[in-house]
């Protein structure tokens, strides 16, 4: 009956219901960025799809952030805009479940993706005539399918456990959103034992993907400093500029949420920080990675039609 209990009704999300002016001000600031987000990524999947000159690997993968990140602000923004706006802060059992499902699989395969990304711009300067005989496409398609796999993997094993721990009968989630360290805090019973999985499966998924686009960047620095010609070494440097910032919002939130025991997590640090990277970096990462793009931005006139070699062809 107990374990019934547990598996059904709703929770309440607390979001910030104790400061009532600043749910008004993060209403009109989430629908602003949210649609920037929406906007922004739905671009570059579109562009990168209708453009033969976007038929690259580097595309390929930027294509596939950019539907990660609509994942990511879509699993959770519609839902706290609505909490944002009515009285009842409620999501119902199954909805949480797939919201952390969804959350932690999107989050998984982005960090994966993220050194893939990295592996595909180290082969790109470091081996610029082996190329396209490298990242083939059917590698580009393996490595984007093991990204998807593991991310979804991880979170097929760490969301039924989370969902499972016992309550007893506490259902007020500190936080706007399902997510995990919010639902462990939640618990009454010992969670030591899932914080130290979450320790472990961290491992792989965020420390491993980020030792090795340290390690890609560091072969990448090397091989920037070499290039004699100045023109080729700003161009090498704003295509991984670009990537590392990407990197730098993404794993600076992510580390801190999810390398540390759930229960010894500020609340309101959390937040805010959850807030940060399911919105605020979906929003910037086509401005900072792709619509900023000589190729992008030429992708982007041919499809409005105004496309009358106003970019010459060296991309100036």
């Not at 479940?97 to 180290?122: K, N, P, T």
């Not at 016992?166 to 007020?172: D, E």
């Not at 399911?278 to 900023?292: A, K, M, W």
């Amino acid at each position: 009956m107990e374990k019934n209990n547990e598996s059904s009704g709703e929770f309440i999300l607390l979001g910030f219901s104790d400061q009532p002016r600043l749910e008004m001000v993060l209403f009109v600031v989430c629908t602003v960025f949210y649609f920037l987000a929406v906007t922004g990524n739905s671009a570059i999947i579109f562009l990168s799809l209708m453009d033969l000159r976007l038929h690259t690997p580097m595309y390929f993968f930027l294509s596939n952030l950019s539907l990660l990140d609509l994942c990511y602000s879509t699993s959770s923004i519609p839902q706290f805009q609505i909490n944002l706006w009515g009285p009842r802060k409620t999501i119902s059992f199954v909805g949480c479940a797939v919201q952390l499902f969804a959350f932690l699989s999107v989050g998984g395969i982005e960090c994966i993706l993220l050194s893939v990304m990295a592996y595909d711009r180290f082969v790109a300067v470091c081996k610029p005539l082996h190329y396209l005989t490298i990242m083939h496409p059917q590698l580009c398609l393996k490595l984007a399918a093991f990204a998807w796999l593991g991310g979804t993997a991880s979170s097929t094993l760490m969301s039924p456990l989370t969902m499972s721990l016992g309550r007893c009968g506490h259902r007020r989630i500190n936080h706007f959103v399902c997510e995990m360290p919010a639902i462990i805090h939640i618990s009454c019973v010992d969670t030591s034992w899932i914080e130290g999985l979450i320790f472990i499966l961290a491992i792989p998924i965020v420390l491993v993907p980020l030792i090795m686009i340290l390690v890609s960047y560091g072969y990448i620095a090397a091989a920037v400093l070499r290039i004699k010609s100045t023109a080729s070494r700003r161009k090498a440097f704003n295509t991984c500029s670009s990537h590392m910032a990407v990197v730098s919002l993404f794993y600076s939130s992510i580390i801190y949420m999810y390398m540390q025991p759930g229960n010894l997590a500020s609340q309101d640090q959390g937040k805010f920080l959850t807030l940060f990277y399911c919105l605020v970096t979906p929003t910037l990462n086509p401005f900072i990675y792709s619509l900023r793009n000589k190729d992008m931005k030429a992708a982007m006139l041919k499809v409005l039609g105004k496309d009358r070699n106003l970019l010459d062809p060296q991309g100036t």
